[in-house]
Each structure stands twice: as structure tokens, then as C-alpha cells.
């Protein structure tokens, strides 16, 4: 390939070449859910974006250690240092345990992945899991002298550290413009600045998750445990860091300070990637605003805002379709849109095993792969894969109809390409059919059907031949009679 991986790195805003530090390994973490609802369509994008890299860094020859983490612990109200853990507060209103409404999401979290076609990660560390390791680089950051403890609670001061290195470098705000915008809240008496963050919280009485520390019972801050746990799985310095955009400030903005204050200056991650919003008219699709379309309501489409049930692939393609770094708007007419856009490829791609060459060619494809491949390194540019795809597309079409024809070494670059970008890279497999070992057993049963029908129409028995088209047809089967015979698809 003449390009390599280009990335964009929001910490320089620009677009850089990725290097490994330790190159063929790579170390990726991305920022999961906190587990206390069900997962929506926001939780799908950077589930989505990140398998789209995790996929391509490991088609390139890098052996990927990729990290997401559960946060079940720490995550208060507001993303605040005060009030209610999410799920705490979750466990008390349903009169549970928090772990049974962690383990309650959690399970129905992977099942959504699942369903998108997102790959597990390598590995999948819990908050609640390491508050031993939360707790060491709390100590650490007392020791650098850049944290303080006030009345149980422990403060990362920030003042301190930007004195010294800088805080909000990576959303780009600098700390009297933030002080100027930050209120003070009922309960930061304790501490010496509005914008010092908790590292360890006292728990109060009514507080049901709380573990022993130096400082009294208490629980991680919420910035905690990506730091902790990141460097444990991946070291001091790894490559990639992910997450949403929502997450530059304050979550990944604390986290770097962290990292930088425990190392004595030295930067935990390389590359900060960062992928854009859902909205829904304009507006943040998220839990707190309840403006939110659960995955599983998607899939069966029953909420006020669908029309009609949506294929997890068609999701998939929905988020796909636009460039990671964009905005996408929600709306039933774009998922519909989506839907009809990934029929058409699948559909294509379904005609090319039935494609011959000829000596005579009219159409070429020529550089589509390596087209393909520079969009991928110009940061993930899916949107133009998938164009590239689509005209692809239109080649496979005319060759099918007969309007035109194609050479051996094309066909052959059109089906790689389609299988490479289409299924392993982009994730995109065709599930209009039974999936698995009985795909096969399916599309025999129609060959069959077909030729049965095939069968009743040279004997001109008309009324067998119509009565398995209809019937086909209101099973929701598309047939269409060509100079070869029948073909089928699903609607």
C-alpha cells in the first residue's frame, strides 16, 4: 500500500501517521458503558467505530491487545463528584444489588454487540475489579504531590498540576476560562479548588458500594479506573486511547492528568481518537436527556419513533456511513435509507459468485482495492469505501444483466475486494437469510421451490407456477424471471 495509517489525534488535531511504540503489538482502550440500562443507538457508535479499527489494525499484521472497560462503580449523577452512583441509585429503585443490575445489563449489553457484529475485546476489566489498583495510583499521585486528602475524601488539585504541565490540553480549554464557568456545588467545601476532581470518595452511610482505603471507606472516582486499568493491561505509554466525544472533557481530560502526574511527565497515550454524537433533532441521544432508542427497541421496532423494526446490519450501515468524526441525525426516513443501501450491496455481492469473464471485456474495476485501502488510512474513511462499493456495485449489476462484460483478473479483484472490505473490515454479512450451517439448506429450498415452478411453467401448468410466485412474494421474496431462470432475494 502506498499510505500508510493515518489517524487523527484530537490531543494534536491533526492527522498523524500511526507509528507503534512497540510495533507489531498495539495497545487500544476504549471507554465502555457504564452498565445500568439498556444499551442505545449512542452506545452502538463507538462500539462500531472501534471494531472497524480493532478489525483493520489486526487485517494490517498488528497483534492488537484491545481493552474495554465496564464501569459499575464510581460513575455518579451528572458526572459530578457529588450525588448518586448511576447504579447504586439504579439497585435501590428496582430493590436489587447493584451487581444484579451490572450483571443484568452487562449480559444484555454483549448481546446487542453480538447482534451488531461487534467482535469481543481482548479484554473487558470491570471497575469494581480493580480498586486496588484505583487505590495505588491515588497513592501515587499523593506522593507526586499532586492530590490532597480532605475529610476521607481524596482531591487531584489542579491548580497544582497546571502549573506544572498544563490542564486541558486535550479539549482545548485553559483553567481561568473553566473557572469562570464552573459553579460551585453543595458539598465542594472540601475542596481547596471547584475544579479539583475526586480520586477517592468517603462513602456515606447510605452508600451501598464501598471498599476499605488508607483514607476510610470510600469508592474510586469515576476518572480512576480507565487510568488504573489501562496501564495495567497495557503498560505506562500505549498507542490508541478511544471513546466518545462527550468523554474529552472532563473524563479523558482527568485522565490524562492522572496518568501524567503518576509518571513523572510522561504521557500514558499516544493517540486520542475520538468518535462524534447520535442526535436526535440536533440534540445529544443519551440516558440522561431521555431522548434515547434502546438497541433492542430498534431491533423489533417498537418504539413511538419507528416506523419499523431495523436489522442490526442496517445499524451498522446506518453508523458506517458517515465518516466516525461526523455528526449523525436519527431519523426513521435515514435508518429506511440505510436499510435500502446495504440491500443493494448485499445484494451485489450475493451475484458475484455467479459471475463469468470474458476475453471480451466493457467494464473495468481496476484500483478498487487499493482505493479502498486508502480511504481505510485516511482515518477510517468508511463513508468512501462504501461509495467505492457501490460503484462496484453497478459493475456487478451490468454484468449480471448482460449489458455488459468483464475480464478474469477483474472479477477477481471485484470478489476479494467485496469479500475484504464488505464482511471482514466493514463487518457487514447478510442475514436476510437463515444464518450458520442453515444458510445453505435455505437457499436450497428455494432453488428447489424455483424449480419446481420452472418445472409447472414448461408444462404450462400456470396456476402452480403463479401460486408459488405469490405465495414467495407475501412471504416477502422478490422473484424475478430472466433469460437463465428464476432469481430470488428477501424484500
Known sequence: MDHPLHIYNTLSRTKEVFVPAQAPNVGLYVCGPTVYGDAHLGHARPAITFDLLFRYLTHLGYK??????????????????????KIAKKARLE????????????????????????????????????????IELTKRIIEAGYAYESNGSVYFD???????????????RNLEDMQHTTRELDGQSEKRFALDF????????????????????????????????????????????????????????????????????????????????????????????????????????????????????????????????????????????????LCRLLDAAALLEGLRASTETSVAVSGLR??????????????????????AARAINTVHNGQGTISESDLEELKSTYRLFLHDLLGLVDRRTAEGGAHEAFAGAMDLLLSLRAQAKSNKDWTTSDRIRDELTALGFVIKDTKEGSEWKLK
Open 64 to 85: 492488537v491487545r484491545y481493552v474495554r472497560n465496564i464501569t459499575d462503580v464510581g460513575h455518579l449523577e451528572q458526572d459530578a463528584d457529588e450525588g448518586e452512583d
Open 95 to 134: 430493590q436489587l444489588e447493584p451487581m444484579e443490575v451490572v450483571q443484568h445489563y452487562l449480559v444484555r449489553y454483549h448481546k446487542a454487540m453480538e447482534m451488531l457484529g461487534v467482535l469481543p475485546p481482548s479484554i473487558e476489566p470491570m471497575a469494581s475489579g480493580h480498586i486496588i489498583e484505583q
Open 158 to 172: 489542579v491548580r497544582r498540576y497546571d502549573a506544572d504541565y498544563g490542564y486541558g490540553r486535550l479539549s482545548g
Open 198 to 341: 475526586a480520586l477517592w470518595k468517603k462513602a456515606q452511610p447510605e452508600h451501598i458500594m464501598r471498599w476499605p482505603s488508607p483514607w476510610g471507606e470510600g469508592f474510586p472516582g469515576w476518572h480512576c479506573e480507565c487510568t488504573a486499568m489501562g496501564r495495567k493491561y497495557l503498560g505506562e505509554q500505549f498507542d490508541i486511547h478511544g471513546g466518545g466525544m462527550d468523554l474529552v472533557f472532563p473524563h479523558h481530560e482527568c485522565e490524562i492528568a492522572q496518568a501524567v502526574a503518576s509518571q513523572k511527565g510522561q504521557q500514558m497515550v499516544r493517540y486520542w481518537m475520538h468518535n462524534n454524537m447520535i442526535t436526535i433533532g440536533g440534540q445529544k441521544m443519551g440516558k440522561s436527556l431521555g431522548n434515547f432508542i434502546t438497541l433492542e427497541e430498534f431491533f423489533t421496532g417498537e418504539h413511538r419513533l419507528l416506523e419499523q423494526a431495523f436489522d442490526p446490519m442496517t445499524i451498522r450501515f446506518f453508523i458506517l456511513s458517515a465518516h466516525y468524526r461526523g455528526t449523525v441525525d436519527f431519523s426513521n426516513d435515514a435508518l429506511v435509507a440505510a436499510e435500502k443501501g
Open 370 to 391: 487499493e482505493r479502498c485501502y486508502a480511504a481505510l488510512n485516511d482515518d477510517l474513511n468508511s463513508p468512501t469505501v462504501i461509495a467505492e462499493l457501490f460503484d
